[in-house]
């Protein structure tokens, strides 16, 4: 089983000015660290990695060095990989946004970062759309809603994400207090802009009778969905199967049942095509790839849609592709992690450990992929 890699951003410095009572730690760790206060963030971090320590043989973390990450992953057995170099000891803002740039780079399913909102928006500054994060409290201000509600709480969120759980993905505020005037007296909150971060929670179903999720309504929800996100002039590339061929239904559209179809601007611009005419029509255009993966399998490239080759995959681009699958389709894989097999080995390295699947109406959860 291929491993799921975690990015791991852990900021030494946070939560240094809570028993100080400097409101804040930015600007002040050096002050509260003169007052003997002992930085808390790799305590936190590691009650959160405790509840993976179960599951380490699945996992690699890709961290930075020493305390941001490097030195509690080792302490604790965990397999990891870590990048670049700090600029100073024990770390700076700009260590924070370019270990984002790093980890992007090496294509993690999530970055887990432990600190606070000053934390965060380093990440905010630094993070590409739709990059999965999520945050290990340890700050002395929490007001973003990136955080988990605890250290624990964020480890089993990685739990669930880990063994193929459903994981909803949505967009959380990350905003901060103006520590220099909280230490005047007035409060003072900006927002700095959103994260796309996992959320546990119910899953809200479509029902029909029996409380049983509707294949047919969730289909009829994304095609409402997609028909109000059209991007004018972007090649939607349909893959084979029931579930998109559903979909096109639902859009008006006369697509093909097992072959791979073109819609542009609302109309069916190419049917059934092969390997050489998708090709064609997506190279040097933007274009998005929908596809959906084989019931029970899990098959999602390599099965059934040998048209969506290496180099089409390539043109379009990896970040364009989305998985069309329904929570019922997703739990008869119990569990196991979506497969790609283009036939391109490099390739199928670069997929990211995880992928984003439209479940229904402006619902994403984030999937698991295995290759």
Request: a negative charge; charged letters at 20%.
């Amino acid at each position: 089983m291929a491993l799921f890699r975690i990015g791991l951003i852990i900021n030494p410095l946070a939560g240094l000015g809570g028993p100080a009572g400097f409101k804040g730690s930015d600007g002040m760790a050096a002050q509260a660290q003169a007052l003997g206060i002992e930085a808390k963030a790799g305590q936190r971090t590691q009650i959160a990695l405790e509840q993976l320590l179960p599951l380490k043989d699945r996992l690699q973390f890709v961290c930075l060095p020493a305390a941001m990450g490097a030195d509690l992953l080792a302490q604790m057995g965990f397999n990891h990989q870590v990048l670049g170099h700090l600029s100073a000891a024990p770390s700076t803002a700009e260590d924070t946004r370019t270990a984002v740039q790093l980890l992007q780079q090496q294509g993690v399913a999530l970055i887990l970062f432990a600190g606070g909102d000053g934390t965060a928006r380093d990440i905010c500054a630094a993070v590409r759309a739709g990059q999965p994060v999520l945050g290990i409290p340890a700050g002395v201000k929490i007001q973003s809603g990136v955080y988990a509600v605890s250290p624990k709480a964020a480890g089993e969120l990685c739990v669930r994400l880990v063994e193929g759980g459903l994981v909803r993905l949505g967009n959380a505020e990350v905003r901060d207090i103006d520590e220099s005037a909280l230490r005047e007296g007035r409060v003072t909150a900006r927002w700095y802009g959103e994260l796309t971060v996992p959320q546990e929670g119910g899953f809200v179903q479509q029902v029909k009778q029996g409380g049983v999720e509707s294949e047919e309504l969730v289909l009829a929800e994304l095609a409402d969905w997609l028909q109000e996100s059209w991007q004018d002039d972007v090649r939607y590339v349909f893959g084979p199967g029931s579930t998109l061929h559903g979909l096109a239904h639902n859009l008006g559209l006369d697509t093909t049942l097992l072959g791979v179809d073109v819609i542009e601007n609302g109309q069916v611009l190419a049917r059934d095509v092969n390997e050489a005419q998708l090709f064609e029509l997506v190279e040097g255009r933007p274009a998005m790839l929908l596809v959906t993966a084989i019931g029970g399998q899990g098959h999602i490239i390599g099965r059934g849609n040998q048209q969506i080759s290496p180099r089409v995959l390539r043109a379009v681009g990896l970040e364009q592709l989305r998985v069309v699958a329904t929570k019922r389709k997703l739990a008869t894989l119990e569990g196991r992690a979506l497969l790609v097999d283009s036939g391109d080995v490099q390739l199928d390295a670069d997929f990211p450990d995880a992928l984003r699947v439209w479940a229904g109406y402006r619902e994403e959860l984030l999937y698991p992929v295995a290759h």
